[in-house]
């Protein structure tokens, strides 16, 4: 695997070799590099040279990240290393496997009703209007990436990141290729999103072999700037983030995400749909690895939603005979 990072732990050579099987077998191997590349740290810095990673250090490895990262991530840390314990056991090296560590189950992702969504949009259309030249590319985009993220529940990267061949402007459709679980899907968008999306072409932005939304310098417009804007969006329409603990999830971009499925699942309840029996549709569509990332949305639907809450109780009564005292 070309690199220009080395491992210099002693298990640099069982690294190495792990991750050109990753990348053979079709696995974005180099984007788990990093990975490897914070535990091969760890064991230099500690000298450690025996054959074996009891849980002493492995736990060890697992509290330095835990400092510096939130809970999510630290997960995916011990996710991927499981893996490559597993490898390692099937040459004969004693391993400790660690659990996975408990997140904040309390977490609730803030829901954007419709009026606020309206608000964000007209609030990152002022921060064009507002911003110097300099900047006023980038201002574009991000106008731009708001209507996709809320109009079609994206994630982030996988509008961030879109290539230009990738939009279907005919037939109004966005391939995603290689989302999360490297998984391609095709999102069909509303007409008026599509509209948008013409108006943005054929301001040259978009380069015919390159991304959709790029720099003046033909880059990715960069992660911290569409975080920061949006939190300015945030501020302008009245929206104040929580105090929360350190790494603790806030109010993100990601939340647009969440909205849009609480919105889906909200429509076709107005509509008189069984919510249940659209629950593969809008996995497929969202790109969900399984039906239970989807259902997930239901509840979240139904805390939203007083009138679904009043009709439930409505239908409980009479269910269960009441207890007298």
Same mark, same amino acid.
């Given at each position: ?19 050109? $099987? ?30 074996? &990673?009891?849980? *002493? ?62 608000? $964000? ?38 509008? *961030?990141?879109?290539?230009? *061949? ?18 391609? *899907? &095709? ?65 993100? &971009? ?43 949305? &239901? ?19 009479? $269910? ?6």
């Amino acid at each position: 695997m070309k690199s220009t990072v080395k491992f210099g732990s002693f298990l640099r050579k069982e690294m190495d070799d792990y991750l050109t $099987l990753r990348e053979n077998r079709g696995h974005r191997a180099k984007k788990e590099r990093h990975i490897f590349v914070s535990l091969d740290k760890y064991l230099q810095g500690i000298g450690l040279h025996e054959q074996e &990673l009891v849980p *002493r250090i492995v736990d060890g490895w697992l509290t330095s990240l835990s400092s510096e990262r939130n809970i999510n991530t630290v997960n995916v840390y011990i996710a991927h290393y499981t893996q490559f314990a597993k490898y390692l056991r099937s040459f004969g090296h004693i391993v400790f496997v660690p659990e996975k560590s408990v997140g904040n189950r309390n977490y609730a992702p803030y829901i954007f009703h419709t009026d606020e969504l309206f608000a $964000l949009v007209k609030a990152a259309d002022a921060i064009v209007v507002s911003s110097t030249e300099k900047h006023r590319h980038n201002a574009v985009c991000f106008a731009v990436m708001i209507r996709m993220l809320a109009g079609c529940g994206f994630r982030l990267n996988e509008v *961030r990141l879109l290539k230009t *061949r990738d939009v279907d402007l005919d037939r109004g459709i966005v391939h995603v290729k290689t989302a999360k679980g490297d998984r391609d *899907r &095709l999102v069909p968008m509303h007409e008026s999103l599509t509209e948008v999306l013409e108006i943005f072409a054929r301001s040259g932005i978009p380069k015919t072999d390159g991304w959709f939304f790029s720099t003046i310098n033909g880059m990715p417009v960069p992660y911290s700037w569409i975080r920061d804007r949006f939190n300015k969006c945030l501020g302008y329409i009245g929206i104040s983030k929580p105090e929360l603990a350190k790494h603790s999830r806030n109010i993100c &971009l990601h939340c647009l995400r969440h909205s849009y499925a609480v919105a889906a699942f909200r429509k076709l309840d107005i509509d008189g749909i069984d919510l249940y029996s659209e629950i593969p549709i809008l996995s497929t569509y969202m790109g969900h690895e399984n039906l239970y990332g989807t259902e997930h949305y &239901l509840h979240m639907t139904v805390e939203n939603s007083r009138d679904i809450l009043f009709r439930m109780e409505e239908f409980n009564k009479g $269910l269960f005979p009441e207890v007298l005292e």
